[in-house]
């Protein structure tokens, strides 16, 4: 038999398919996949034998390539007259042969045979058929009637139910009753025993309610409850309506999840949270639990604050009442925009709060703002903020505010960084109680951190301030203005150079403020900064104690780094940690009268040397410098390299001057606590020194040695 097609099986990756049969014209090629013709688009001839796919066909797809010679008309047609080639001949009589081939390979013959496809009858019938033999035989009507007339159908597969026990079980085959073929209440669930649903049988849009499933933890003494029971141990706000898709209003849900969960702790899963309306909370009436609300993160929850006013408000009402246990953790908070009035968190008479790996970012007033009032006193009380972040704030980042008589009582910050707030750092009015440590308060406006009262109020006391670095807060870094108690170990002053921020003074304290004691506080300036105050204390404060500073950071050209403005000299400098120190240095020497009125033309080089905290300063050829207009009697002053610090003596050492005509005793220079001036009275009215006197011998000594003490 003459071959007219090729079959193959699809593997999903081979393209090309021979064929060995031979054909007239391309077009009487023909190619199928599972029994449908594909059109001459879904491939192309390789080459003259070969079909190239366009796409691998699937794995065990039925592939046919077979011949259909066209019959239509003869591949040549020969007029009267014309001339008859053999190539002509002979491709009518391959038509002819061709399609003699593809017929006798489709044919049936009539003593049986096999089709390789279905048999479609068209709407005609089979008739005459012989009784079924074998389970594929075909069946009459008259067969089929018999065996239900009967009920003998034998055992075995009959489509959709096997028969079996002789035709006594009849089995409905899985997958056969479907939901749309059934009736509603048929099925009752008395008439299903127990067990034979199992996991399996369930489809998964089954809508079966959690209070039916069970759940049992693992470990000894564990007892079995609901799922029901079992979710409702975490609340989501999203169980109350929230997306976090960061254009629908989320705030009415996150209200719901609360009021709905008093003091549990709700979760806000990943997402961003657009919120018009403040989240609030009110315990007037009673002592009450509050809302805590955990995050996934700081970067992954994120509540955008589009309230113009406060994201979150606890307040408890009353002087009475207190809100207690008020959390956020893991969280951000925003304003896109930083619309007016927005505010991250604000307490009023909460105790116990908790702010935990919260970032509150672009608020247009605070980042957090706890208030107290008269008639709660210690209303905002015990508030712990930790490993979080305010920044970029046009308020303060973080106000406590007191109102009169009350107080704020126990803030503590621990690893909090504060940075870019426009009016200020943090500001604490009234604190008693307090501590900020190891954490980092960067480029504000205004001060880094204020400490003081408001008007007629309490002052501020017993704060700590530890491992904590100020770095480049506009004008002041740390400003006590009204402050008794306070202690600052350890704190780190740094002025960059570069920002907008100019760190003018570094530890300010207040008029008002005593017994405020720094212990190996250091600074780190950059050496282009100067006018630069490091520790200043204003007149009218009292006992305030530097101890053991770190100078390696901060250069004399800086500025000066203590200013005692107190009347009575309430800076006391320990530095005996520091005595170790040495070195030597020059400068430069500029004399004039008491009031700086007059000021001699010339300058003079002088040198000086520290040992530990005791300075050695001097110049030589006082000759040199014209003392042109000073008379007898003047005050004369000159430059010393350091400030002179020294409670109640301010001056040690020795000095020695030639005398000037009209003196029988030299002058002996003076120094002032506080100072960086020296001091001597001119007697008469010539020159110190001369070169005549230089010359003739009767000048014994041409300099001055001040030893004191500084910083």
Request: with cysteine.
């Amino acid at each position: 038999m003459a071959i007219t097609q090729n079959t193959y099986t699809g593997n999903g990756s081979l393209t090309e398919y021979s064929f060995t049969f031979p054909y007239l014209e391309e077009s009487d090629v023909k190619v199928s996949l599972d029994g449908v013709d594909q059109a001459t688009s879904e491939y192309f001839f390789a080459n003259a034998t070969t079909i190239s796919f366009n796409t691998a066909p699937a794995n065990g797809v039925a592939i046919r390539i077979y011949r259909v010679t066209a019959t239509d008309s003869a591949q040549a047609t020969f007029f009267a007259g014309s001339g008859i080639r053999a190539q002509d001949l002979n491709d009518n009589n391959l038509q002819i042969l061709y399609a003699t081939q593809e017929t006798v390979n489709r044919r049936l013959d009539s003593t049986g045979g096999s089709l390789t496809g279905n048999l479609d009858m068209n709407g005609n019938k089979v008739v005459d058929l012989g009784a079924p033999t074998a389970a594929t035989d075909a069946a009459t009507r008259g067969y089929i009637d018999g065996l239900v007339l009967s009920a003998t159908i034998p055992d075995g597969d009959r489509g959709d139910i096997t028969v079996s026990a002789s035709g006594a079980t009849w089995t409905i085959d899985d997958g056969v009753i479907t939901s749309d073929k059934v009736a509603g209440g048929v099925i009752t669930s008395a008439k299903i025993a127990n067990d034979t649903i199992v996991n399996a049988d369930v489809n998964s849009s089954a809508g079966i309610v959690a209070t039916k499933l069970s759940f049992t933890q693992s470990g000894t003494g564990a007892t079995a409850r609901t799922i029901d029971s079992k979710l409702k141990d975490v609340v989501s706000v999203k169980d109350f309506g929230a997306t976090g898709d960061g254009t629908t209003d989320d705030a009415a849900a996150i209200q719901a999840a609360i009021d709905a969960n008093p003091g549990k702790a709700i979760l806000i899963p990943s997402g961003t949270y657009l919120i018009n309306t403040t989240i609030s909370v009110d315990v007037s009436g009673a002592d009450a639990a509050c809302i805590r609300l955990v995050g996934d993160g700081s970067t992954q929850t994120i509540i955008n604050n589009q309230t113009g006013g406060a994201a979150f408000d606890i307040d408890s009402g009353t002087g009475a009442v207190f809100a207690y246990d008020a959390a956020f953790e893991n969280l951000q908070i925003t304003s896109v925009g930083s619309q007016a009035g927005t505010i991250g968190i604000q307490l009023d008479g909460c105790r116990f709060a908790r702010i935990k790996n919260v970032r509150i970012t672009d608020m247009a007033l605070h980042g957090i703002y706890g208030y107290s009032t008269v008639g709660d006193f210690t209303d905002t009380a015990q508030i712990l903020i930790e490993q979080s972040e305010i920044t970029g704030c046009g308020g303060y980042g973080i106000y406590a505010q007191s109102d009169t008589t009350a107080i704020q009582y126990n803030w503590n910050l621990n690893q909090v960084r504060v940075g870019n707030c426009t009016l200020g750092g943090v500001l604490w009015e009234s604190m008693v109680n307090a501590r900020i440590e190891n954490c980092g308060i960067f480029y504000n406006d205004g001060f880094g951190l204020k400490i003081t009262q408001p008007a007629g109020g309490n002052s501020s006391k017993l704060i700590t301030i530890a491992n904590t670095e100020f770095d480049t807060n506009d004008g002041v870094q740390i400003d006590l203005d009204v402050a008794e108690g306070v202690k600052l170990d350890q704190v780190y002053l740094v002025a960059n150079t570069g920002l907008s921020q100019t760190f003018t003074k570094g530890i300010v304290v207040g008029a008002s403020s005593f017994n405020v004691t720094t212990n190996q506080m250091q600074p780190r300036l950059d050496a282009t900064l100067t006018g630069i105050n490091v520790l200043e204390v204003e007149a009218g404060a009292t006992d305030v104690v530097a101890r053991d500073t770190n100078y390696n950071g901060y250069l004399v050209a800086n500025g000066n780094m203590y200013v005692d403005n107190t009347v009575s000299l309430q800076l006391y400098i320990d530095d005996r940690s520091n005595r170790h120190r040495a070195y030597t240095g020059t400068y430069t020497v500029t004399v004039g009268n008491l009031s700086d009125a007059t000021v001699s033309a010339t300058t003079q080089t002088g040198h000086y040397s520290v040992a530990g905290n005791t300075v050695t300063a001097g110049f030589r050829n006082l000759n040199n410098i014209d003392l042109t207009g000073f008379p007898g009697g003047s005050i004369i002053t000159f430059t010393l390299p350091k400030t002179c610090i020294l409670a109640d003596v301010g001056f040690i050492g020795n000095a020695i001057v030639t005398s000037d005509s009209g003196s029988a005793d030299p002058p002996y220079p003076v120094t002032t606590n506080g100072s960086n001036k020296g001091y001597m009275q001119r007697a008469g009215t010539a020159a110190f020194l001369t070169e005549a006197n230089l010359t003739s011998g009767t000048s014994d000594v041409t300099f001055f040695t001040l030893t004191y003490i500084w910083e």
